[in-house]
């Protein structure tokens, strides 16, 4: 491995390889709200009904889940700032494909290609970001999933205006690739450089979660359920069930987002201070008390206090599952890929399980449901021990350089 002569240009080489990281994370999340936004043009050049949309919707998680085994067997191959840096360029470029679909068959498989691309270079720059977080030892996952918040949010706005334009989808997400494309790549060039060693055995090319990833992605799923649940539904449930108008109902979902994005770029001192374990319980109890909140709410204002308290529950969980899946084995990318896999499941679950449970009973019963997955939080928070920094701390002396793993 690389040496310096001293212990400050390693810290300011992993200073600099978090910012790069972060920017990766931005420009990871900017991609999906320039998406999100022209959905309704995209529905409209392709053709299709409601019905149709919603299936072709589900096909970027599928692609997903059927790419991200795939990405530690990429990483090991070509190394993982190699890895990001073809994953990420694939990501962003996928963009196009969306608005160039004329039918409900090629948007399909647009958004299968946008979703695999999606969530393998989510995979890989999660492991990046583990690596970082590791070596400066301390907590910076849940800023760096705050980052990809942030991204979304700039991506939105963006898309809003194209939309406000009138500006044809294909040109914009064309010019939002190219920009993305190249901030992603000059960003990619300050990540960690890490190589396998060459005596260390290759992951398979299609690499299933190792059990460690399955018992924490249970945790993982129990918050991207909450949190789907909550994004999907928490205008039709203010508008439905509380009697509310569309503008406050609308509001409601703004206030789950916006919690989640503070609670995430705030979350690392928290964790710092108190520890995952103790993080993700207290997450899961005010998470809880949010559920409790919405279904026994008399008043809108309270019902959308509960949708913040859930949004502010439920945001640093995932950061800490892929932190732990990282330090779960000695391969971090299955790992990490496993945990990222069982997620993106619940994702695409979660709004229609809602929807069914509220056909047959109520959307007050579903959100019981999801208040007693956030109770799961609660009991379940101790797999996530692995995401704490459990030996002595690392002296600033000792802090890894960025370069070649030997």
Known sequence: MLSTPSAVPKLQQLKRA?????????????????????????????????????????????????????????????????????????WTLSLILPSLAPNLVTLCLGLFVYGATAGMSDVAMNALGVEVENRLDRSIMSSLHGMWSAGALIGSAVGTLAAHLGTDARLHHALAAAALTALGLIACQGVLDLRSA??????????????????????????????????????????????????????????FALMMAIARLAGDRIVDRFGPVRTVRTSGVL??????????????????????????????????????????????????????????????????????????????????????LALGLVVGAGVLRSAGRESAPVSAGDAAVPGPRS
């Open 18 to 90: 978090r910012i790069a990281v972060a920017v990766v994370f931005c420009v990871h999340g900017a991609v999906t709200g320039s998406f999100a936004t022209r959905i309704p043009w995209i529905q409209d050049h392709a053709g299709v009904s409601a019905g149709q949309l919603g299936l072709a919707l589900a096909f970027p998680a599928l692609g997903a889940s059927v790419a991200m085994p795939l990405a530690a067997a990429v990483s090991h191959r070509l190394g993982a700032r190699n890895a990001l840096r073809g994953l990420l360029a694939l």
């Open 198 to 255: 060459p005596d260390e055995e290759a992951p398979p090319r299609f690499a299933l979660p190792p059990r460690s990833a399955l018992v924490i992605g249970a945790v993982g799923f129990c918050a991207v359920f909450a949190e789907g649940a909550s994004l999907d539904w928490s205008a039709v449930y203010l508008r439905d069930v509380m009697d509310t108008s569309a503008g406050l109902a609308a509001a409601s979902t703004t206030a």
């Open 287 to 372: 998470a809880t008390a949010g559920g409790v909140l919405v279904v026994t709410a008399p008043h809108p204002a309270l019902a959308m206090a509960g949708f913040g308290l859930i949004g502010l529950g439920v945001a640093v969980v995932v950061p800490l599952a892929f932190a732990a899946a990282g330090r779960s084995g000695p391969n971090p990318s299955q790992a990490i890929a496993g945990v990222a896999t069982i997620t993106y499941t619940s994702g695409l679950i979660a709004p229609s399980a809602i929807g069914a449970v509220a056909d047959v009973t109520s959307l007050v019963v579903s959100f019981g449901l999801v208040t007693a």
